[in-house]
């Protein structure tokens, strides 16, 4: 799990993987549930859904 503080970075990252994000109408989000799996040079190993 990895949390990006500077939204520039998050959202390049969610587009690069491919990860969808909607605004839920309460201050949250929906997004797809997949789990990424990234190795230590950064990139991406697998995706398990």
Excluded: C
């Excluded at 969610?14 to 990424?36: M, Q, R, W």
């Excluded at 040079?41 to 398990?48: C, M, P, R, S, Y």
């Amino acid at each position: 799990m990895a949390r990006i503080p500077d939204p520039a970075e998050l959202i390049s990252l969610l587009e690069k993987f491919g990860v969808i994000v909607i605004p839920d109408g309460t201050g949250n989000f929906t997004h797809n549930s997949a789990f990424y799996l990234v190795d230590r040079n950064g990139k991406l190993a697998q995706v398990f859904d």
